[in-house]
């Protein structure tokens, strides 16, 4: 086993450790004090509570996401070298997973800001500092393309980062939902008729499938009329 690649996962795993707890136990009333104060209500101490701060305010409410983010994946990396069981990461995964998810976390944090105005914590804004210098005031992107322009390119942003950031795709999520969708107003649509036809009402008749071609709605015409005989030619006029 590689000694150095041994430390420097144990280290990686200690800071990350202090990160999540720092903004776990995150309270607004150890917001920004200067001097240090010498208790707080944070795990890690005023150094845990001011950086849970600046994170805090920096990105919104989505700051929790990114600690959560970027401690699962470089966690990943350090254990992937220590046990053979686990699938290994590179370091070009690594890099792509940890820009995506800070990519994730800006784009969320905008939204925030566009979506929610205000907040149960007065001191956190949803959006972080961030959110409202994007989208509110100043606002630069609003100011370019409105509210709707500015949440559909953020939803897009957040649509790729969330590929990058999770290697699943969006699409492989979205079918099944789509597909039960379907299935379940079938069902509704199936019990709704079969109640209409025990009361006595008339069961509908089914559509005709768009799908099947011209060659469906040619066969359901009518046969053509056969055509009449062509007349008899008369007979040569007797010469005189």
């Not at 046990?83 to 890099?95: H, R």
């Not at 994007?134 to 630069?140: A, I, S």
């Not at 409105?146 to 590929?163: D, I, P, T």
């Not at 979205?174 to 509704?188: D, F, G, M, S």
């Amino acid at each position: 086993m590689n000694k150095k690649r041994e430390f420097l996962a144990l280290a990686l795993m200690a800071a990350l450790l202090f990160l999540l707890s720092s903004l776990l136990s995150f309270h607004p009333g150890d917001l920004r004090s200067h001097p240090l104060p010498k208790s707080t209500g944070n795990l890690c101490g005023p150094v845990g509570a001011h950086l849970a701060d600046l994170l805090i305010s920096f990105l919104g409410w989505p700051a929790w996401l990114l600690g959560l983010f970027v401690s699962f994946w470089c966690g990943w990396w350090a254990l992937s070298g220590l046990w053979k069981g686990m699938k290994p990461l590179d370091g070009k995964t690594l890099g792509m997973r940890l820009t995506g998810s800070v990519f994730l976390i800006l784009s969320l944090s905008a939204l925030m800001a566009l979506t929610f105005r205000h907040s149960p914590w007065k001191q956190i804004l949803p959006g972080g500092v961030f959110g409202q210098w994007l989208v509110v005031k100043p606002g630069y992107l609003t100011h370019m393309l409105n509210g709707w322009g500015s949440f559909l390119v953020l939803a897009l942003v957040f649509a790729l980062s969330f590929v990058l950031a999770t290697g699943l795709s969006m699409l492989a999520l979205l079918i099944p939902a789509v597909r039960t969708t379907q299935e379940r107003l079938q069902a509704v649509l199936d019990r709704w008729m079969s109640r209409g036809t025990e009361m006595g009402k008339p069961k509908l008749a089914a559509l005709p499938n768009v799908m099947e071609g011209p060659r469906a709605a040619v066969s359901a015409l009518p046969p053509p009329k056969p055509k009449a005989p062509p007349p008899e030619p008369l007979p040569p006029a007797p010469p005189p």
